[in-house]
């Protein structure tokens, strides 16, 4: 019998329901210095949840009378990893391996950080009230927080990040260990069911963020909507000295935050009220766009605490049909892609981002949907430099369970936290609330709750969701429309559905109030594989898609952007056709990023021809 009783317990989960890390939680990270631990882990897959069941991280290798006990792992002996990956690439076993992994590793920790007089044995608390926070930048799709034998937190949701204060369990030797499991639920947000691979581990960095006692919890700088580009929003929010671990320094948050922008010779201070302040202020900042993406330098100071952020300041307005970027009608010349490399996988590098933003750049491109779910912080920052405007999107895709509230409750988180994250990019003009999502009256008010959530929280950006066509009436026609700003529309005339006379009938048939952005259209085509334009899978036929979808859309008055499917091709385990072998290859591009398709050539032609 084992002495954690863990084969008769089926609800093992029970114990690490608590202590869920949230948006709420998060910390404003620009400029902050960090301490890294990415880099060598031990791991193991862990298949049936073991280390959960019995506690593994516990580490109890004696009964009370110092008898040894025999144990189920070896931390230090099991294989190494690089942290952060996509642990399906690390080895041909783990590459279709989607459930838990648990990850550790030992890492000292320097008390002097915390303390202004030196301590030898570190019992976890400072003296300087300084506090420790770990920051996991995404993990798929729960990930569990052990440290010193303690269980820390949960975090759900596969690509937004979340923080947790671990100031009480550091020790100088301490020990770390990551569940994360990737495991694909109905419930769950995205989904089971999608068209991408579902790359699992912890794949962006993870990193101790140490904070003085009053800290800048969020600092948001933009442009103030409406304001003949003459005013700049500054936003703070300070540390709630209640959640403090030294109660004695009560009261410190409030008082002022100072803010300045040394290029626009401007200082400010913002009083505080219940830990938050805000400030208009009259500004002529040169303003962003795709063709000068001009970024300020934006520093916020609070007792001891500074953040910093380069921030780009512009305004992106719909006017009736039309889609404007600081007042002047913009056409979106887009492409749509997938966080996914055939080497990383999910955990892209930067100069993987670039190539992405370059590549885009080639085509003529001016706009990128980054889909279906909030991709890396850095390629937003990329782009905000880049100059390129991008549409965000939370994996609220096909068939969500929409009637269930904690489902609700997880996709309003993810979208919380990707507007948290990347408020201060310029280059972040529209969030999405999601993708072809089959009409019924509970998606309605799941998906119309989510757009009024995110106009709440964000009056500076545009609000959309990629659509369906409606089939019956073949028009643009869903209850949705309503609490968009830009209407997106998925249509695979040519491709789905083979008769491209539904291309002019779709916009014959369609009346819409509001600008249209053709989110999705393309065709498959292999790399090498030829034939006539009817025969599907060839470069002839996915080339003779985009030229009659160009030769309709350009026409339509009210189409002012598009984002066809897609630049690369991307793995995808539904994909098991002979043409397809795994993957999805409607990118104009292959995987190798490389090998351009004719296709490539029509769009750009367009591209740079508008
Ligand atoms: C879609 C989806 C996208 C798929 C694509 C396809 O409509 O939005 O995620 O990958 O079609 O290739 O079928």
Redesign the pocket.
């Known amino acids: 019998m084992q002495e954690t009783n863990d084969i008769l317990i089926a609800d093992y989960k029970r114990d690490y329901l608590a202590k869920e890390a949230t948006a709420k939680g998060l910390i404003f990270m620009g400029g902050r210095e960090t301490i890294s631990l990415s880099g060598q882990w031990n791991y193991t897959v862990d298949q049936y949840d073991t280390c959960l069941r019995q506690k593994w991280f516990t580490e109890v290798y004696f009964d009370k009378d110092g008898r040894s006990l025999p144990v189920d792992f070896s931390f230090d002996d099991w294989d190494t990893i690089t942290l952060p990956c996509s642990t399906n690439l690390v080895k041909p076993e783990l590459f279709w391996y989607e459930g838990p992994l648990v990850f550790t590793r030992r890492f000292s920790f320097d008390p002097a950080i915390l303390n202004d007089t030196p301590t030898s044995g570190y019992t976890g608390l400072s003296d300087t009230g300084k506090q420790v926070f770990l920051r996991i930048g995404a993990a798929n799709y729960t990930c569990r927080v052990f440290l010193n034998g303690r269980y820390i937190c949960t975090h759900n949701g596969g690509s937004t990040p979340f923080m947790w204060n671990v100031t009480q369990y550091l020790k100088a030797e301490n020990r770390i260990l990551l569940v994360s499991d990737a495991t694909r639920e109905h419930t769950n947000v995205p989904t089971e069911n999608?068209?991408?691979f579902n790359y699992s581990g912890v794949y962006r960095d993870i990193e101790l963020v140490i904070l003085p006692e009053a800290y800048i919890k969020n600092l948001q700088v933009n442009l103030e909507p409406n304001s003949g580009f003459s005013k700049i929003r500054i936003a703070v929010e300070v540390s709630d000295p209640g959640s403090s671990p030294k109660s004695a320094v009560a009261g410190i948050s409030e008082g002022t935050v100072t803010v300045s922008i040394p290029k626009l010779n401007l200082r400010t201070e913002i009083p505080l009220t219940e830990h938050r302040g805000e400030v208009i202020l009259d500004a002529a900042p040169e303003l962003w766009s795709p063709s000068t993406p001009k970024l300020y330098e934006v520093q916020a100071f609070f007792g001891n605490d500074t953040v910093s952020d380069l921030v780009g300041f512009r305004e992106i307005s719909v006017c009736g049909r039309d889609i404007l970027l600081n007042g002047e009608k913009i056409f979106l010349r887009g492409i749509s892609v997938h966080e996914d490399s055939l080497y990383t996988g999910k955990a892209l590098s930067d100069d993987e981002r670039m190539e992405i933003i370059r590549t885009a750049k080639q085509l003529g491109a001016n706009y990128l949907r980054l889909?279906?779910y909030p991709h890396h912080e850095n390629m937003a920052r990329l782009c905000d430099r880049e100059g390129l405007l991008l549409w965000e999107e939370i994996p609220v895709?096909w068939a969500i369970a929409f009637d269930r509230p904690a489902t609700y409750a997880a996709a309003e988180d993810q979208l919380e936290t990707l507007m948290f994250r990347d408020f201060n990019r310029a280059s972040v003009i529209i969030w999405s609330v999601g993708?072809?999502n089959p009409d019924s009256d509970e998606r309605f008010s799941f998906m119309s709750r989510l757009a009024d959530f995110a106009h709440g929280y964000d009056n500076t950006r545009m609000v959309s969701a990629?659509c369906l066509v409606d089939g019956e009436t073949i028009s643009i026609r869903d209850r949705l429309a309503d609490k968009l700003d830009i209407i997106g529309i998925?249509e695979?005339i040519g491709w789905?559905s083979p008769n491209y006379d539904e291309l002019p009938l779709l916009f014959q048939n369609s009346n819409p109030s509001k600008p249209v952005i053709i989110t999705?259209f393309?065709a498959?085509a292999t790399i090498g594989l030829h034939g006539s334009i009817h025969d599907k899978g060839t470069e002839e036929c996915q080339a003779e898609v985009y030229r009659r979808q160009i030769e309709i859309l350009r026409t339509i008055p009210y189409v002012k952007g598009m984002t066809p499917?897609?630049l690369f091709d991307f793995r995808?385990p539904r994909r098991t056709a002979k043409i397809q072998k795994f993957f999805?290859r409607?990118g104009l591009v292959g995987a190798d990023r490389k090998t351009l398709k004719p296709a490539f050539h029509v769009l750009k032609d367009f591209y740079h021809e508008i």
Do not use: R
């Open positions: 999608t068209d991408w889909a279906h895709y993708n072809e990629a998925n695979y789905y999705e393309g498959d499917w897609i995808c999805n409607k």
